[in-house]
């Protein structure tokens, strides 16, 4: 009988320490995990209604532009509200590195997706792609944060579960939106 109270064995924990460097603490994990929903949600609604492979992929990058640009200007905004003043290229560069985290999370499923539309694949195999990825992503957020925490495999399952159902929450805006 095995113990369920038994941390993950150290073999795994070594793998899922050398893929956890994307998801480091130094470049804003809130922002990582922003980033990939952000993404998710665009792809899931967009694919939808997108009429090229191409569009869907540069709607998708856009958006990320936008959402990250919008992030540092909130975040500069909101120190001018604490502390008025003028705005320094130093405190800009600060708040564009601290916020870098949403462009790393939303980047992995924009490749995903740009490398199918580069073969010529169709908007919706392109569109699956990109969900399928974000998905996988969340749920891989979720373990690499239960193993840091020294989980027992059940609450691992636990939480992959939840990053499995936040992926279909996503998925389920693109039936929602069609």
Same mark, same amino acid.
């Given at each position: 009988?095995?113990?369920?109270?038994?941390?993950?064995?150290?073999?795994?924990?070594?793998?899922?320490?050398?893929?956890?460097?994307? @998801?480091?603490?130094?470049?804003?994990?809130? /922002? #990582? &995990?922003? =980033?990939?929903?952000?993404?998710?949600?665009?792809? +899931? *609604?967009?694919?939808?209604?997108?009429?090229?492979?191409?569009?869907?992929?540069?709607?998708?990058?856009?958006?990320?532009?936008?959402?990250?640009?919008?992030?540092?200007?909130?975040?500069?905004?909101?120190?001018?509200?604490?502390?008025?003043?003028?705005?320094?290229?130093?405190?800009? @560069?600060?708040?564009?590195?601290?916020?870098? /985290? #949403? &462009?790393? =999370?939303?980047?992995?499923?924009?490749?995903?997706? +740009? *490398?199918?539309?580069?073969?010529?694949?169709?908007?919706?195999?392109?569109?699956?792609?990109?969900?399928?990825?974000?998905?996988?992503?969340?749920?891989?957020?979720?373990?690499?944060?239960?193993?840091?925490?020294?989980?027992?495999?059940?609450?691992?399952?636990?939480?992959?579960?939840?990053?499995?159902?936040?992926?279909?929450?996503?998925?389920?805006?693109?039936?929602?939106?069609?």
């Amino acid at each position: 009988m095995s113990d369920t109270n038994a941390p993950v064995a150290t073999t795994y924990r070594s793998v899922i320490e050398r893929i956890s460097w994307w @998801i480091d603490p130094s470049v804003g994990t809130k /922002g #990582i &995990v922003y =980033g990939t929903i952000t993404v998710g949600t665009v792809v +899931a *609604i967009d694919g939808s209604h997108s009429t090229s492979t191409t569009r869907l992929v540069t709607t998708t990058a856009l958006v990320l532009v936008l959402y990250y640009v919008a992030h540092v200007y909130a975040e500069i905004l909101s120190r001018r509200f604490e502390n008025p003043g003028a705005v320094s290229t130093s405190l800009i @560069i600060e708040v564009m590195g601290a916020e870098s /985290g #949403i &462009v790393r =999370g939303a980047s992995l499923p924009i490749i995903a997706m +740009a *490398i199918p539309t580069l073969l010529g694949a169709g908007t919706n195999s392109v569109q699956v792609v990109g969900l399928v990825i974000t998905v996988l992503c969340l749920v891989t957020f979720e373990i690499i944060a239960g193993i840091k925490a020294h989980f027992t495999p059940i609450q691992l399952l636990v939480q992959a579960a939840v990053g499995v159902g936040f992926g279909v929450g996503i998925i389920a805006i693109r039936w929602v939106s069609a």
